[in-house]
């Protein structure tokens, strides 16, 4: 689905996004060490793997967990990377702390991007934990980015690696940031070694909404389907903000509107699984 008019492409997360979440749901896996890198690992290890890419509040908040074992109970092995070194203090150790609002404060995130929140920096790391699972008996991998983790799953997967990865998804993608830090999206969709499903999420130009770039005539997806003509997915959420998956809060769940947004987040979700389960 795609709707018209532009969205804002300055920032990871448009004015009106969702902020941050608490922790939802009871975890089901476990803190381990994949290389030198802390990770959360959900499911048993079998020859695929789904690499978690969460975005700038890190690998312990809203639902990222809670899906990583909703996705482990379909069969996956799961695991969410702790990448991200704290800014003032950040959540569990990770990315950005509770308090800290995005739309207000982006130029301070801005330095980040460019330095130790860079692909330059993370895409390294994802690099070690694929290595750990290859050791493991791993032998192919699909990457799942929420928000800015889209981003960087979309560099990881612009080479190949010594997993292939596969497949990719991004839910309320923000592979736009390439631009904000002085790069080209559309360059990088060009060096993709793997289809995408892409969950934009908004109306472009509205509160909260994801640029048209990642719909069907968008730029991203045009380069993608010029790789992989007929594998690329796009389907925008036009009803919910950006961050909706794993950021929306629980507290408005109530009466039909809260059944709207709880069965679009479900929607997303299976939506997701569909797409991986087909190669993994």
């Known amino acids: 689905m795609s709707c018209e008019s532009k969205a804002p492409t300055e920032s990871c997360c448009p004015p009106g996004s969702y902020g941050y979440l608490e922790p939802q749901g009871n975890e089901v896996g476990r803190k381990t060490t994949a290389g030198d890198v802390e990770v959360y ?83 390294p790391k994802l690099v070690k934990v694929l290595e750990h699972y290859k050791e493991k008996g791993v032998e192919k991998a699909a990457v799942y980015g929420f928000c800015y983790g889209g981003w960087i799953g979309f560099h990881l997967a612009s080479e190949k690696q010594c997993v292939p990865i596969v497949c990719g998804v ?9 631009g904000v830090v002085g790069g080209d999206p559309t360059e990088l969709a060009k060096k993709q ?42 389907v925008r959420y036009c009803q919910d903000v950006h961050g909706f998956v794993v950021r929306m809060p629980p507290t408005g769940f109530a009466g039909d509107e809260g059944e709207r947004m709880k069965a679009a987040i479900t929607k997303a979700i299976d939506e997701a699984a569909s797409f991986l389960e087909a190669v993994l």
């Not at 934009?200 to 909404?209: C, L, N, R, S, Y």
């Open 41 to 123: 690992e959900t499911g048993t290890v079998r020859k695929s793997l789904l690499l978690f890419i969460p975005d700038v509040w890190g690998w312990n908040t809203g639902r990222v967990r809670s899906i990583a074992d909703d996705f482990a109970k379909r069969g996956h092995l799961v695991v969410i990377p702790k990448v991200l070194p704290p800014f003032e203090g950040g959540t569990d150790g990770d990315a950005l702390p509770p308090n800290f609002n995005i739309s207000e404060r982006f130029g301070d995130v801005m330095p980040l991007l460019k330095g130790e929140w860079g692909p330059g920096a993370v895409v």
């Open 193 to 234: 070694t793997c289809p995408w499903l892409f969950q934009p999420a908004g109306v472009p130009g509205a509160k909260g909404a994801d640029p048209e770039m990642y719909d069907a005539e968008g730029s991203l997806v045009k380069e993608l389907e010029a790789l992989f003509p007929g594998k690329n997915k796009t």
């Open 170 to 178: 991004s839910s309320h993608p923000s592979i736009h940031l390439e």
